[in-house]
């Protein structure tokens, strides 16, 4: 291949180049620039060559040219580095620089080859990154909390080492089913209606159980919150309630009512009814267990709102009345 379609061929890879490639002097004057600078920078080669590369560089980063074309006379390597450099309009670009020095018939230093590749994208990655994982690391802080508090008020309420470790099992069990909801929709909430599905999956009874309410996408914080308060519900209900008798019926309904304030509320209504003599044990309201105390406080209180519950016999129901705004996934969830 002569010198002259090598060249032309060097010229072309250049110029198809996606990657920014520009040469200069020894002055910082630039001397070719090609389509992806253009892209980049906003200049074309008109208005970029013979112009000094300063235009390029922001006024706080000036010494990193002074640096390079010092580096580059003696004939030192310059390694690639990331920094920051200026468009035509006035924005900035992050980019990654890569300096060779070009070098005349002589083999003497007359240049250098400057390649600048945008990496907004990995900066904007990179930054989402961190993000997320400040995100989880708060995650995991508050559940461990939680799981903290649910083995400290559990050891409280139960004497039994095998009745202990079963509850802490299972409450722990519950928290992982409001947590995979989480997980499969990327953090961004899930359906009130799939945590009421999914927390009373494993009591079966289907067929005696009724989910009515309009669709709501509830934020990660009133996932878990919900999840907790239903999963001692349906555990209940499964032991004394409407879940432990083929003549039980359960309803778990919800609707959005409007305050005075133009602001609107979640009612959420868990209520079951069963033969009477199927839920005596359930009355005896002198001691209060954990269950007790995630319903009338934990859930309510992490929601803003407040609860109530009402027992009788062959009825229960439990009642969640929380501002709409601390219920539902904003944007930002």
């Given at each position: 291949?002569?010198s002259?379609t ?6 072309a ?18 001397t ?16 970029a ?7 390029l ?30 468009r ?7 980019v ?23 990496i ?30 649910m ?10 080492p095998?009745?202990f ?5 299972d409450?722990?069990?519950a ?38 309410g309009p669709?709501?996408?509830l ?9 907790m ?6 555990t209940?209900?499964?032991?004394y309630?409407?879940?432990s ?62 609860a109530?519950?009402k ?23």
């Open positions: 291949m002569s002259v090598a060249d032309a061929h060097l010229a890879i250049v110029d198809s180049s996606f990657d920014a490639i520009i040469s200069k002097d020894l002055n910082s004057v630039i070719s620039w090609n389509h992806a600078a253009e892209r980049l920078f906003g200049y074309t080669a008109e208005e060559i013979g112009r000094s590369v300063l235009m560089i922001p006024e706080d980063r000036l010494d990193e040219e002074t640096e390079i074309i010092a580096r580059i006379r003696r004939g030192e390597p310059m390694p690639s580095f990331e920094t920051i450099r200026v035509k309009d006035g924005t900035r670009v992050p990654s620089l890569t300096v060779s020095p070009i070098r005349g018939p002589a083999g003497q230093i007359v240049g250098a080859s400057k390649i600048a590749r945008d907004t994208a990995t900066k904007e990655s990179e930054r989402r990154i961190r993000l997320l994982m400040r995100e989880v690391n708060h995650r995991v802080k508050n559940q461990f909390a939680v799981i903290l508090s083995v400290r008020e559990t050891g409280r309420r139960t004497t039994d095998q009745e470790e079963q509850r802490v099992r409450r722990i069990m928290l992982s089913r409001s947590h995979d909801l989480l997980v499969n929709s990327d953090w961004v909430g899930a359906s009130l209606a799939e945590l009421v599905e999914e927390h009373l999956k494993p009591f079966g009874r289907e067929n005696q159980t009724r989910i009515a669709a709501l996408r934020s990660s914080n009133a996932v878990q919150h919900l999840g308060a239903l999963h001692e519900l349906g209940n209900s499964a032991k309630g409407a879940l008798s083929d003549a039980g019926r359960l309803d778990v309904g919800w609707e959005i009512i409007a305050r005075p304030d133009r602001l609107n509320d979640l009612h959420l209504t868990w209520e079951e009814r069963f033969p009477p003599l199927a839920g005596e044990r359930r009355f005896d309201t002198a001691r209060k267990g954990f269950g007790t105390v995630v319903l009338q406080r934990v859930t309510p209180q992490a929601l803003a709102g407040h109530t519950m027992r009788d016999p062959g009825r229960v129901m439990w009642k969640l009345v929380a501002p709409l705004e601390t219920v539902v996934a904003s944007d930002r969830d």
